[in-house]
């Protein structure tokens, strides 16, 4: 089979959709079957990635008119003819506006749709205009969890037969690291060895003020621990920094800026607890990389959340900073419970992996050049 896959996401820092287009191009090409993947771009990709896919996969730049543009309408469906793909995947909600070959489309979540103040006004105007339209024209769409499959079907009215769910998974390089190698990691960003971890962007959806005044109450009765946030600053956060300067515990909160993987699966491997307190996910990954890593979860309650965590993760109300606070100091002050949690989440990080997204994304394009062969002889 030859399959195009949508290189955009791997032309700027990796982040979610970043991170699971290069494993599923890299699982699908390691495959047992033989398949030719090509990773198409108009522009460069990141030098990290073209050192990284060196003889695993294709990377292909493909060259755009400079004054129109025009890479979906017009540059790769042009590409897409001359490569004769059989399948393209549209990793992060785009796909061609012609239909030149079967397509399928991952949605990762509704986010843009649901929560659109949680978002810049631009992308929330964009996605309302092309999402919609891009779900109608996919031949079969991919859903990173159930909760978003009935998102998709209810609130773009998709029919379900058309949308199919396939988990991700953490990377295989999220595992339990030394201590020794964490201390040295942890000295390098100032960050002390009794710590509370969150890791993702700092943006509205987080629901991170929460996190923050859950922290000050614990923190009465636990001096020096530090609350560490780990990833980029996003956008829309005047609410959070508000509530972080009136925070009395403010002095202990440590932000790192964009880790390196080495440096996130080290806080990972040795924070006391990893807290994501996130009102809407479509899939969650840092919850599973931190279980990956050995660390116990405490994470909103919320539907993909529990669907990615199962019972491996304490589950939350994202709306009470109280409860979230009770449940940080019960699995700090509960050594038994703890190593319950570290337990559990290790094994059920193991329930996912990038060769299983592969192949079960491989049985979607199947079906989806079907339906194509089907409608086009109709």
């Not at 943006?203 to 001096?223: D, H, M, Y």
């Not at 609410?239 to 202990?252: D, I, N, T, W």
């Not at 199947?366 to 062969?373: L, T």
Request: glycine share 6%; with cysteine; charged share 25%.
């Amino acid at each position: 089979m030859r399959i195009g896959i949508d290189g955009l996401p791997l032309t700027q820092s990796l982040a979610g959709v970043g991170h699971y287009t290069l494993e599923l191009a890299t699982a699908l090409q390691a495959g047992v079957n033989g398949d030719e993947v090509s990773v198409v771009s108009p522009r460069p990709f990141l030098n990290s990635i073209e050192s990284i896919a060196a003889n695993r996969l294709r990377l292909t730049t493909e060259k755009i008119n400079p004054i129109t543009g025009r890479w979906w309408s017009i540059g790769l469906p042009r590409y897409l003819r001359r490569s004769m793909v059989d399948i393209f995947h549209g990793t992060n909600f785009e796909i061609p506006f012609q239909s030149v070959c079967p397509t399928v489309l991952t949605i990762h979540d509704l986010s843009l749709l649901l929560y659109p103040e949680t978002h810049d006004r631009r992308r929330v105007w964009r996605a309302r205009r092309r999402l919609p339209l891009m779900a109608r024209k996919a031949t079969m769409i991919i859903t990173v969890s159930e909760a978003v499959r009935r998102e998709v079907h209810e609130v773009l009215k998709i029919p379900v037969e058309k949308i199919q769910t396939v988990h991700s998974a953490a990377r295989e390089l999220f595992r339990p690291m030394e201590p020794d190698d964490c201390e040295r990691i942890r000295t390098r960003l100032n960050i002390t060895d009794d710590f509370i971890l969150y890791a993702g962007t700092i943006e509205p959806r987080k629901n991170l003020p929460v996190l923050v005044r859950a922290f000050a109450e614990i923190s009465r009765s636990k001096p020096g621990l530090q609350l560490v946030f780990a990833g980029q600053k996003g956008w829309l956060m005047d609410e959070f920094y508000s509530v972080l300067r009136q925070s009395p515990a403010s002095k202990e909160v440590v932000f790192t800026g964009y880790l390196h993987d080495e440096e996130l699966c080290a806080l990972y491997s040795s924070c006391k607890l990893f807290v994501y307190p996130s009102r809407y996910e479509g899939f969650g990954f840092p919850p599973l990389e931190a279980m990956a890593c050995g660390a116990p979860v405490i994470a909103g309650n919320i539907p993909s959340i529990q669907e990615v965590t199962g019972s491996a993760a304490t589950l939350v109300s994202p709306q009470s900073w109280r409860e979230l606070a009770d449940s940080m100091l019960e699995l700090l002050e509960d050594a038994e419970l703890r190593r319950q949690m570290i337990v559990a989440g290790l094994a059920r990080a193991k329930c996912f992996s990038w060769s299983a997204t592969a192949e079960q994304t491989r049985a979607v394009y199947c079906e989806a050049i079907e339906r194509f062969n089907r409608t086009a002889a109709s």
